[in-house]
Every structure is written in structure tokens, then in C-alpha cells.
């Protein structure tokens, strides 16, 4: 006879699970007692929302779920941010939220939510556990809908009596992964698509890749002469010195790259769904009809054909796909080689910073510092806004499992991925970066970085704006600025309040020290840029987006 709680700790032993993330609560204590004795690692984090981007960010990185645990109502709806960052990326990860007593329910007890309808929309998978003994099959079958098809993350509801009930159950068996594979007959009819192309190219996204993955996609450009990019923050899926590489098929995109896409007669889409942002809002290529002929590779079959129409559909896996195709040869040269030379020499134009602009501090060279500085297995993990285009433009990226960011364009997930990397690789570098209203959304993360002794180092690019929002508002409403201002805390004394190590830049020259600084402290720390507001976009200021209207 166990309880439920035990039961719950021992389906997560069964499939691989070695931490979590959680914020306790009162109504899943059955759990946090099973945890006693158990190895799963235990992380405690300062807000809900931080601990499931924690969990995000290890099924990132992993491709395995991440797991996180939440008290009910309160806990539950902070957790959300955490959950569609995972839902729109693609990410598995299991979300296992305390719930009122079964007695309670349907009354709005005390922080009572439904989260089947709560949840409906932006999870995979949700589903309340009435019967202690359902657990192990609960839980396995929880594993299986995240990672197969197309990853996303599952929401678990625990009644708080369900918990602690005593009952007997099977033993908990790990869930079996389910691999997508591509038939020959479409392997042929890819090969001679190719083969009568003239202008193809690559677009790689999605998740379900492995660093072997990469490997075998690097082969086939390299085989196939195939120009390639890379879906919106999916950077690391291709090496950006690689001489295939093309860009980032992303926000503000290179608009040489946009018209080589445009201008392509066969475009091969691998592990991505091509959503609003890297398509340009679907005029890359075109919704739902694109004027190229699309080959659309993805692990879940409802992708295909949902959004654009592929000339050829292949129902596989990205890392499936690649092992097999990449023993596919050309008959002859590929006519397009110097239009794939092109591409990456209009790449490494485009990636190259400027190294001047308004203010004491330019973010271009800082970031070819950091190129120069940071070993290639670095993570870089950010959330969202207009501070982020120096790192997904001018920032080379040389390997597999270095990025995590939202596709979503969720705000306040750097700091709290940061966290869950260096959980998971304490020997490698973790930077995060965060504009000043990011990192205060769930900054609070930092003592978490603190607590469990994860040196991360947190750059924070502070202009005292709610910077892409101010950039929208002047080139609509010019002039007439509402809600975006923000005064902000001393960032560095900030951190050394918390524990960690703490530095100010206010001109460019002061970085490059203060960053050795931040390095040499062993502790986790927060580098502040002080960076002029004119200095929005990195060719464009405020006044001159402004004056344009």
C-alpha cells in the first residue's frame, strides 16, 4: 500500500525525472514528503511562473520533459506564462498543479480552478487523477504525449485527498518513445525534387533535433550544396560560420535572405510550423498556398497541410529525417553553389554589428566581445524585446543546446532558464540576457541562481523604457508616449543584495573588465548596460523612427 504522493515520485523515478522544479504549496504536501526520500533534486523557486520556464528550459535543452510542480489556483495561473512558452515552442514538459479535495469541488472551494477548461487551449494534454491507483499509468501516459508528434506540455491535476490516499498500484514503467520515420517513397520524391530544382532552400526549426541531428544536417548541406537557415530562435540548429549558413529566418529579418526565400522554387521546412513570426506574417511564403513548392518534414501529421499546403508532406522527426536522407547523393554538382556562397557572404554582412551609435555604450562591440570571448558551448538564454536583436542578429552561434529563448516572445524568461541551464550543465558558461523591464518580471529568480550556488551571469540592457512597445508607440502615436517609461533599481546593488556579484557599464570600454569581473567572482551576477534609449534598434533611434511619421 502507498500513497498517492509516493506513487506520483515513483512514476517520475520510472521515466528518467533526476529534478524538479516547484513552488510548495499546502495542497500537494503528500508529494514534497515522497521527495524526502527520494534523489530526485529538488529546486525551489521564488514564483510559479520562473519555476515553469525553469522546467521549459531543461526540455529545451534535454528533448526530455521538464517537471514542475505548483499549489493550486494562484500557483496554477502564474504557472501558465510557463506553460504556453512551452505549448507555442513545441517544448515537452509536465506540469503537476495540488488540487482542492475531491469533496470541495465544483463549489469554488479555496483557490479552486477548473483546469481542464483553464488549461484547454494552451496545453497539450490535461487531466485530473481521481484514483490513486490510475497514477502510474497517469503519469507514463503524460511522458508519451509530450514527446511524441509534436512536443508540448501536459498539465497533471492532484486532488489533495488523492494524495494521501493508500492504495495498491502497479509499478510505475517508463513510457515508450515513438519515433516518426520517412518512407522511401518520399526520400525519392525529395531526391528528385532537388534534382530538377534550381533554387532551393533549407529551413530548419522545430524541436525533436539532437546534436547528431545536426550533424546529419550539416552533411546534407554540405552534400547537397543547400543554402540554410535557421526558424526564429532556433539558432542553434546550424553553425553560423558554417559556409551553408544563410540566417535567421526570424524577426526583422535580412532582407536579402527574405527574397531569397521568396525567390526559391523548392523550399525544404524541416521540424518547424513556419509561424507568424519567422514567416513574416505568412508572406515568405504564402498561406495557405505557397508559390514555392514547400517540402514540409514534421513528427506530427496534424502539422502538415495545417497552415500551408506542401507539394510533398513527410510525416518523420527531424533527427529521423536527416539520418535518412543524409544517405541520399546528388547525380551531378548542384547548379545553385554560388547562390549558397552568396547567401553566406549576405550573412556574415548582415551579422556584422555596428560599432558607433547614440550614447556612451554600443552594444555592437560588446556583442563581438562576447563572440570572441565565450567558448562555444556557452548557453545563451533571453526573453523578450528589442534588446534581444543584438544577441539573435550579431551573435554567431557554433553549436547545438547554446540557446534558449522563446519563439513565443515571452517576456521574463532569461533569468529563470538561465537557472535550469546551469542546473543541468554546471561546467559550461550560462549568460542570460534581459532587457530592464525583462529581468524584472521574473528576476526574482536570481536568488534562486543564489540559493543553489549557479553562477550564472545575467546581462541586463537597461534603457528605461519598455523598449519594443516605445518603438511601436512612436511609429504609430508619434510623440504621444503613455506607459512606457519605468524607473529602475540599481541593477548591481541589486545583485549583491541578493548575495551575488553585481557590476555597472556605462561606457563601452567598461564592459569587457566588468565581465572578466563577473567571471572571475564564482558567484551568480548581474551586469548592467546602461544604454542610451535613442539607441533602439541597431540602425534606427527613437527620434528617427519618431521624425519618419
Not at 485527498?161 to 516518426?180: F, K, Y
Not at 559556409?243 to 524541416?270: C, E, R, S, T
Not at 545575467?458 to 506607459?483: C, D, F, K, L, W
Request: with cysteine; aromatic share 8%.
Amino acid at each position: 500500500m502507498k500513497t498517492g504522493g509516493q506513487l506520483i515520485v515513483e512514476a517520475l523515478e520510472a521515466n528518467g525525472t533526476d529534478r524538479i522544479f516547484c513552488v510548495p504549496g499546502e495542497s500537494y504536501l503528500a508529494v514534497l514528503d515522497a521527495l524526502h526520500d527520494s534523489a530526485i533534486r529538488t529546486i525551489v523557486c521564488r514564483q510559479e511562473g520562473g519555476a515553469a520556464m525553469m522546467a521549459d528550459c531543461q526540455g529545451r535543452l534535454t528533448g526530455k520533459p521538464g517537471i514542475c510542480f505548483v499549489t493550486r489556483g494562484p500557483g496554477a495561473t502564474n504557472a501558465s506564462a510557463g506553460v504556453h512558452i512551452a505549448m507555442q515552442d513545441s517544448v515537452p514538459m509536465i506540469l503537476f498543479i495540488g488540487q482542492v479535495a475531491s469533496h470541495a469541488k465544483e463549489r469554488e472551494a479555496f483557490q479552486e480552478v477548473d483546469y481542464k477548461r483553464f488549461f484547454g487551449d494552451i496545453a497539450k494534454w490535461v487531466v485530473e487523477i481521481d484514483d490513486a491507483a490510475r497514477i502510474p499509468e497517469f503519469v507514463t501516459r503524460a511522458f508519451a504525449v509530450a514527446t511524441s508528434g509534436r512536443p508540448g506540455p501536459v498539465v497533471i491535476s492532484l486532488p489533495e485527498d488523492m494524495l494521501t490516499d493508500e492504495v495498491e498500484a502497479p509499478a510505475a514503467l517508463p513510457h515508450t518513445p515513438v519515433e516518426t520515420r520517412p518512407g522511401e517513397a518520399e526520400l525519392d520524391a525529395l531526391q528528385m525534387l532537388l534534382a530538377n530544382a534550381k533554387r532551393p532552400f533549407v529551413i530548419l526549426g522545430g524541436t525533436r533535433w539532437n546534436e547528431d541531428a545536426v550533424a546529419h544536417m550539416r552533411a546534407i548541406a554540405e552534400t547537397w550544396a543547400l543554402p540554410v537557415g535557421c526558424s526564429f530562435r532556433r539558432q542553434m540548429l546550424f553553425d553560423h560560420l558554417h559556409p551553408n549558413y544563410a540566417g535567421d529566418v526570424g524577426i526583422g529579418i535580412n532582407p536579402k535572405l527574405a527574397a531569397q526565400i521568396k525567390q526559391a522554387d523548392v523550399v525544404l521546412l524541416i521540424g518547424g510550423r513556419l509561424g507568424e513570426m519567422p514567416s513574416s506574417d505568412y508572406t515568405l511564403l504564402k498561406s495557405p498556398y505557397p508559390d514555392q513548392a514547400l517540402v514540409h518534414v514534421h513528427a506530427d501529421a496534424g502539422e502538415l497541410g495545417r497552415v500551408y499546403r506542401p507539394t510533398l508532406a513527410i510525416n518523420a522527426s527531424p533527427a529521423a529525417f536527416v539520418e535518412a536522407f543524409a544517405k541520399r547523393k546528388p547525380a551531378a554538382r548542384p547548379s545553385w553553389v554560388a547562390e549558397t556562397e552568396k547567401a553566406h557572404a549576405a550573412y556574415l554582412e548582415w551579422s556584422t554589428p555596428p560599432q558607433t551609435g547614440p550614447g556612451a555604450v554600443q552594444m555592437g562591440p560588446i556583442i563581438e566581445h562576447l563572440g570572441k570571448v565565450l567558448p562555444e558551448d556557452a548557453i545563451l538564454t533571453n526573453g523578450a524585446g528589442n534588446y534581444a536583436t543584438w544577441v539573435h542578429r550579431f551573435y554567431r552561434s557554433r553549436r547545438f543546446g547554446t540557446q534558449a529563448a522563446p519563439t513565443s516572445g515571452s517576456m521574463g524568461y532569461g533569468t529563470p532558464a538561465a537557472v535550469a541551464a546551469k542546473a543541468l550543465f554546471p561546467d559550461r558558461t550560462v549568460i542570460a540576457f534581459a532587457g530592464d523591464g525583462c529581468f524584472l518580471m521574473n528576476g526574482q529568480e536570481f536568488a534562486t541562481a543564489v540559493q543553489y550556488d549557479l553562477p550564472i551571469i545575467v546581462i541586463v540592457v537597461n534603457n528605461g523604457i519598455y523598449g519594443t512597445i516605445r518603438m511601436h508607440q512612436e511609429r504609430e502615436y508619434p510623440s504621444r508616449v503613455v506607459a512606457t517609461d519605468l524607473k529602475n533599481p540599481d541593477f548591481a546593488a541589486l545583485a549583491r543584495a541578493y548575495g551575488g556579484h553585481g557590476e555597472t557599464v556605462e561606457k563601452t570600454a567598461d564592459f569587457a573588465p566588468a565581465f572578466e569581473r563577473a567571471r572571475a567572482s564564482g558567484k551568480p551576477a548581474i551586469v548592467e548596460i546602461r544604454l542610451d534609449p535613442e539607441a533602439i534598434t541597431p540602425t534606427r533611434t527613437l527620434t528617427q523612427i519618431r521624425e519618419k511619421n
